[in-house]
């Protein structure tokens, strides 16, 4: 493994214009990886986005991701084929008795493999994947949800994303051609197989796909993407909504009838916004049984400032595919010496060593398949359901951080020169971003300024003392 570091210096918009198609030209810190062909594979974690929090667990994730060497021995990898774009999971195969020939044919989509995915956390390798024949996929997505999100200071979480890129003919042989395989004669499956038939069909000829430089590096030789690690359940209609109007606009609008959802658009005071919501999510059959009766104004607020993130960053990168895809992790929350603590929840009871702090066990959002949003052809259904403009709850430091963000996009500050160099943006990709910002500071600070936003959401501060207690904000401040 080879350590270096990339420089760029940052171009002005009318420079980006010169960019054809979003590319693997991202900027960071790269490891390389020599594959048995000779081909050098990258590694790269992305510069920090300025004024972002990471942390440092954030950290630690990406120098774990960069440290893989797929041709390892103690390294196999598997075809993701139950979703309906093609991945690859990476297994380490440290402590069991197998090769990674021997795994990757034998366990590879087996019940085997199912049962070391529910023991574990396999590190996915996304591409990008767009065919009319394939649902959307475009790898840059989750680099951009990741380093925004920490922009925001969300408490929503996105996970850690690093740039990867493939020698296309290992991925070849050792991936898609299995793929191919395990996805054959299956009608449940009949997209993923389709993906990875226009994938063998790429990774042979890259010109067959196009855009090529969305999924091959700029010599061919090798195709990007990204490492994630998803972790979590699937939320119910609780939160999902109840999908019951069908894909698209339908669900979008179901998804606003959530109990969470709802308290966000009331315009009464928090606490009675909360009552409101659960009273009239409960009026539908399917949501009343899937929340269950207790649900706590601790949860409601979590989700709330989780919703208002979920829709700013959709919002921002026109994201066509969240309804159905969002989910969660269940957390310990105590006071310890007046301070909040958490650490997550693998079962009902909590530990001894914090029982008698009488901790809640609450349900926290996991942000994972952010990866049909950051192209101009998606749908932008936050957009066409009109989200922000309905939302009556807002957290000052979020609403503080998107002026920021929106008024450096505008004077082309440090922001807009982190992003246009960044990520591999097209400047059609780039200009939809700053475009869809401005738009989002201009909604909520519309309703601000008419005095329908209330500044009162802060879990946390709720959490410790029971109490809401709403801010009063200059409309325009940043």
């Not at 936050?382 to 002026?403: A, G, S």
Request: hydrophobic share 35%.
């Amino acid at each position: 493994m080879h350590l270096i570091s990339r420089v760029f210096f940052p171009i002005c918009l009318s420079a980006a214009m010169q960019l054809a198609y979003a590319s693997s030209d991202v900027k960071g810190q790269i490891f390389s990886f020599d594959s048995p062909n000779g081909i050098k594979e990258e590694c790269i974690i992305l510069d920090k986005m300025p004024g972002a929090e990471y942390s440092d667990e954030d950290a630690h994730i990406e120098q774990s991701f960069c440290g893989i060497n797929l041709y390892d021995e103690s390294i196999a990898v598997c075809p993701k084929t139950w979703s309906t774009s093609p991945g690859m999971e990476v297994f380490h195969l440290t402590g069991k008795k197998t090769s990674p020939a021997v795994f990757e044919q034998s366990i590879c989509g087996t019940s085997l493999h199912k049962e070391i995915n529910a023991s574990g956390l396999p590190i996915t390798f996304k591409t990008t994947m767009n065919s009319r024949t394939t649902s959307g996929t475009f790898s840059t997505a989750s680099l951009l949800y990741y380093h925004f999100s920490r922009y925001l200071d969300a408490a929503i979480h996105v996970p850690v994303a690093v740039y990867r890129s493939i020698d296309k003919d290992v991925h070849l042989q050792r991936v898609t051609r299995r793929g191919l395989e395990l996805t054959a004669g299956s009608k449940a499956r009949h997209m993923n197989h389709e993906a990875w038939l226009i994938l063998q069909k790429a990774e042979r000829l890259p010109d067959a796909y196009q855009p090529i430089d969305e999924l091959f590096t700029r010599d061919r030789t090798q195709i990007y993407g990204v490492f994630i690690q998803p972790a979590g359940e699937r939320y119910n209609s609780t939160l999902n909504g109840t999908r019951k109007s069908g894909w698209g606009e339908g669900q979008n609008r179901d998804f606003q009838n959530t109990a969470p959802f709802l308290a966000l658009r009331s315009e009464q005071p928090l606490q009675a916004a909360i009552d409101l919501g659960l009273t009239q999510a409960r009026k539908d059959k399917t949501l009343r049984h899937d929340m269950g009766r207790d649900i706590s104004r601790q949860q409601m607020l979590y989700w709330m400032q989780e919703l208002t993130e979920i829709t700013l960053l959709d919002y921002i990168f026109s994201q066509q595919d969240r309804i159905g895809n969002i989910d969660y992790r269940n957390f310990w929350y105590w006071i310890e010496q007046g301070q909040l603590q958490s650490r997550h929840a693998e079962n009902k009871l909590p530990p001894r060593e914090i029982s008698g702090f009488n901790p809640v066990r609450l349900m926290r959002t996991q942000l994972n398949d952010n990866d049909a949003g950051g192209k101009r052809s998606y749908a932008n259904f936050t957009k066409k359901t009109q989200m922000l403009e309905k939302i009556r709850h807002y957290n000052p430091d979020t609403y503080k951080r998107l002026l920021l963000l929106d008024r450096d996009f505008r004077n082309q500050g440090e922001l807009y020169n982190y992003v246009a160099t960044t990520f591999g943006l097209t400047a059609q990709q780039l200009e939809q971003i700053l475009n869809n910002t401005s738009q989002a500071a201009a909604i909520l600070r519309n309703s601000c300024r008419q005095g329908r936003l209330r500044f009162d959401l802060d879990p946390d501060a709720y959490f410790l003392t029971g109490e809401t207690v709403g801010q009063t904000m200059n409309c325009d401040a940043s």
